[in-house]
């Protein structure tokens, strides 16, 4: 028992022996050190991504006329309602399947970041 | 609320966020600092310099950091791997200055100045011992931790850390009033 109070005290005192080093621009010159992003961050590729996702499809409108549009139209409004439905409900769920993959993929990482803060 | 370890390396991955490794640098450089001051026997700019790279080495490696142990246990393997390819480099560290410091500062004629100078007598310690009790004692590391970081058995680190409190009791016992 005195000997683990004694073990303790050496730690405690070990502990306070170091005093806090001031960081004294030693972040800064870290920092200055880091190479420059080589990518644009991932925010900035999906803005991309979208855009010329955009761009891809007003060109193809422009580039036939508008008609490709006019002509699925015309013949979803001859599909009965229950197709339409089924249709719908199909593409929910391949979307939805993808986002689940995606989020699989995620999951590790996040996983074992979350262990941290215990 | 400040933002955790795992928030900032998060950031750090996702953004590339300098801002965000900055206050990760922040946060740890002291504790790494002291750590390799120690290790490299209170050497300064060899171990500020040490530090840096220990950051830089960070940075890279962030991907691969998988969150098993602490940031900070990681953070310390690192930063003693950087300690242990110096001291390859440099012998004089841990061989000649190794065996000099034993001889030449025999805790029975220290300078009665240094009485229960803590540090010194931690820096009388051989290298695996005071890097147990560095790790351990002053840091917070459990010994599993410790285990990680020095890539050394636990038992070993028990070891040390056991031995390390032993000669650090004698030495300040031996440096005190009789």
Known sequence: MEEMIEEDQLDRQLREAVPYIDDDGFTARVVSKLPSPGRAPRSMRGIILVGLTAMGSAIAFAISGGRFVNEAIMRLSTFPIWILLVFAFGCGLIVGACAVIAAIRKTPEVRDLSRLQS | ?178
Request: hydrophobic share 40%; with cysteine; proline share 4%.
């Open chain 2, 1 to 178: 609320m400040p933002l955790t370890d795992a928030d900032l390396v998060a950031r750090v991955l996702l953004d590339d966020d300098h801002h965000a490794f900055a206050e990760l640098v922040r946060n740890h450089q002291s504790s790494v600092r002291g750590l390799l001051r120690n290790l490299t026997r209170t050497d300064v700019a060899l171990a500020d310099d040490l530090a840096q790279e220990t950051f830089l080495r960070v940075y890279k490696n962030l991907r691969s950091f998988r969150g098993e142990a602490r940031f900070s246990t990681w953070l310390y393997r690192i930063a003693y791997n950087c300690f242990r390819e110096e001291a390859r480099k440099r012998k004089e560290l841990v061989g000649i200055d190794e065996e000099r410091l034993q001889t030449e500062q025999d805790p029975q004629t220290v300078d009665p100045a240094l009485r229960h100078d803590l540090m010194h007598a931690l820096s009388l310690l051989p290298l695996p011992e005071r890097s147990a009790v560095l790790l351990c004692c002053q840091n917070g590391l459990s010994h599993d931790e410790a285990a990680r970081v020095l890539d050394i058995p636990l038992g070993t680190v028990k070891t040390n850390v056991l031995r390390g409190r032993e000669k650090l009791k004698r030495t300040l016992a031996a440096w005190g009033p009789s």
